[in-house]
C-alpha cells in the first residue's frame, strides 16, 4: 500500500495522475462501519478496474480547530495505516490538516483535492462533512457530480444494538473501561502498542512478575483498574492483566506469571490486547 503525504496547498504539484475510486474520512479505529465502507469502494473499484485510494486526516480536525492538543486515538496515525492495508486500500493520502485546509471553501476542495486528483469515483458515508463550516456534504457531492467527471457513492448508516457505529462511541467505551463491548463495534479487542521496561526496584518485580509498560504513542487509554490482556512480544503471546493505577496513562504495570525476563536495560515492542476489566484488587489474580 502506497503512502502519500499531502499539504495544503499542493501548489500545482499533482500527486495522482490516473483515474481513481477515492474514499473520504478520518477513520480513527477503522471501525466495523469504516470497513463495510472500505469494502464497498473496494467493489466499486474492482468493478471500474480503479485503484482504491482513501484520503484522511492527520492531525484530528479538533487538535487543529479546537486546540486539543491532547487528543487521544484509537488508531495513531501508524495503526490506522496498518490497518487500511488490510482493507485492499492501494493508497492513503494523508491529508495535513491545517487551518489554511479547514477554511477552503467545499466547491474548491471539490476542484482541488477531487477534481485535481483524478478521482472518478467518490466514496463516503452518509454524515460526512468537509470545507469550510461544514458546508460541504454528500449532497453537496452529489450535485456536483452531475457537472463534474466523478461518480458518488454514499454509505447508508451502519449500526449495532441501535447505535451508530462511531469511533467516539469506541472513545467512550474504551475510557470508561468497558473494553469487552469495543469488539461489538470495532470488530476486534481493543490493541495498544509500546515497549516494556523494568520497574527502578528489580527485586520487587521479579517478585511480582510485573514490568512497566511504556506507551508513546496518543492512545486512548482505560480508566484506571484492572485489565485481563493478551500480550505478544516477538514471537510469544501471553495472558496477563494490565494495572493502570490512574497516575500516568503512558506508563502502567503488565503482570504475568509466564513474562519472559528480559535483560535490564533492555527495551521490548509489544502490543497489549484487552479483554475485560476486572474488580480490583491489591494482588494480581493468576490467569492460568
Ligand atoms: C476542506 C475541509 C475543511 C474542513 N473544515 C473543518 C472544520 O472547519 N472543522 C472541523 O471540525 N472539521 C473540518 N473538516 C473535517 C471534516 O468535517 C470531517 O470531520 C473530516 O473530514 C473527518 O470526517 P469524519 O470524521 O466524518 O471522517 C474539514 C474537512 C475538509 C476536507
Ligand atoms: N456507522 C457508519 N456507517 C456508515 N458510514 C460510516 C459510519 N461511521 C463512519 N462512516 C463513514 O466513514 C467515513 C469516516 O468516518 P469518521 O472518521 O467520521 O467516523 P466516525 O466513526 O463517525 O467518527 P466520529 O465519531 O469521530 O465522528 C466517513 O465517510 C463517515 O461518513
Sequence with gaps: MEVLYLTHPLNGHVAIQEPHVMALGFFDGVHLGHQYLLQQA??????????????????????IIKCETDRKYITPLSSKLEEMSQFGVDR????????LFASLPASEFINQYIINLHATHVVAGFDFTFGCKAQG?????????????????????RITNDNK???????????????????????????IKGSSHYPKDL???????????????????????????EIAYGDRTIQGFLKHSGSNDSRVELNSNKLDRLKEGNHQEMTVKFFNKVAYMDSIPIWN
Design 137 to 157: 456534504n454528500v449532497d453537496f457531492f452529489r450535485k456536483a457530480s452531475l457537472s463534474n467527471p466523478f461518480d458518488v457513492t454514499v454509505i447508508p448508516k
Design 203 to 229: 527485586f520487587i518485580c521479579q517478585q511480582l512478575n510485573s514490568m512497566e509498560f511504556h506507551i508513546q504513542e496518543k492512545y486512548v487509554m482505560p480508566k484506571p483498574g484492572l485489565y485481563k490482556v
Design 92 to 99: 492513503v493520502l494523508v491529508m495535513e490538516f491545517t487551518l
Design 42 to 63: 473496494k467493489k466499486v473499484a474492482n468493478k471500474k478496474k480503479l485503484k482504491l485510494s482513501v484520503m484522511t486526516f492527520h492531525p484530528h480536525p479538533s487538535e
Design 165 to 191: 457505529i462511531s469511533s467516539t462511541l469506541i472513545r467512550e467505551l474504551i475510557s470508561e473501561g468497558d473494553v469487552h463491548l469495543v469488539p461489538y463495534y470495532l470488530g476486534k479487542h481493543y490493541e
